[in-house]
Every structure is written in C-alpha cells, then in structure tokens.
C-alpha cells in the first residue's frame, strides 16, 4: 500500500518571519530531480556556522517518506541559487542538494525537456533562457559555477 506525505510546495513553506537571516551559497551542483516535490539541501554541504546562523525554522515541521524511511525536518535554509535566484530548500542529515522540476515546471513556469535520443536533457526558466545542465550516470545536474 501507498502512503502519500502532504507538504507545501518550496516557495510557500512558511519559516518564522522573525529568523530570517540571510541567503547561503549554493551547493556546487544541484540534482534536477522530478521525484521530489520540494527543494532540499544536506547539513553535510555547510558549516555549522552557516547552519546555526542562516537556518530558518519552518512554521510546521515535514515529514518527507523517503527511500530511507520517514524523515522529519524542521528547518529550511534560504539559498541564492546563480542561475535560479532565491530558493528555500528544507535541510536533511546525509541528503544531496535536489531541486523540484514538477514545481518549477508546474507553479513557475519553468521547461524540462530530454528528447529521444539526447545526451542531456534541457532546462529553460520561464523567459525561457536555457539553464546550464550537465548529466553523470544518466542523472541531470545543475552546476552552480
């Protein structure tokens, strides 16, 4: 049997308006994925002082069903993204960095595209300016260089 997790999308989880702190740097490289439907960073990926000074707790903890099982997570962490702009990726233990193409695509008007027979797929935002994209072992990326 199915168990479906509700969450709210990346752009409307609501933090604490009275923590926020600032924007982090990105991670070097973000997975493109359309199996998750919110952006996520890993702790590992920081300093502890960029965690403890730029964490924003969010108004309603999630809790995400993953591969490893039920993961709950209180905190988001404002990020600057080089080609995306700002984005509110919650913060998992031991997670790549992933950014949600089906909210992109669905709620910003972003394109995702990986044509028969291609090496890479394409990624626009919504002025439709293609977003660089690389891919390793068959998983698109978004470097942040």
Not at 32 to 48: F, H, K, N, P
Not at 88 to 108: E, I, K, T, W
Request: glycine share 8%; with cysteine.
């Amino acid at each position: 049997m199915s168990r479906h997790t509700s969450y709210r999308a990346p752009d409307s989880i609501p933090a604490v308006p009275s923590k926020l702190k600032g924007t982090a740097a990105p991670p070097a490289k973000w997975i493109v994925d359309t199996g998750t439907g919110i952006d996520i960073v890993g702790s590992q990926d920081y300093d502890e002082n960029t965690l403890e000074d730029q964490q924003v707790p969010l108004a309603n903890p999630l809790t995400l069903d993953t591969a490893g099982g039920d993961v709950i997570v209180k905190k988001c962490l404002p990020v600057k993204s080089n080609h995306i702009g700002q984005v509110r990726p919650v913060v998992c233990d031991n997670s790549p960095p992933a950014l949600s193409v089906g909210y992109r695509c669905a709620m910003q008007g972003f394109g995702f595209y990986w044509w028969p027979w291609q090496p890479k797929p394409q990624f626009v935002d919504r002025a439709g300016k293609e977003l660089p994209i690389m891919v390793q072992h068959w998983v698109p990326l978004m470097p942040e260089d």
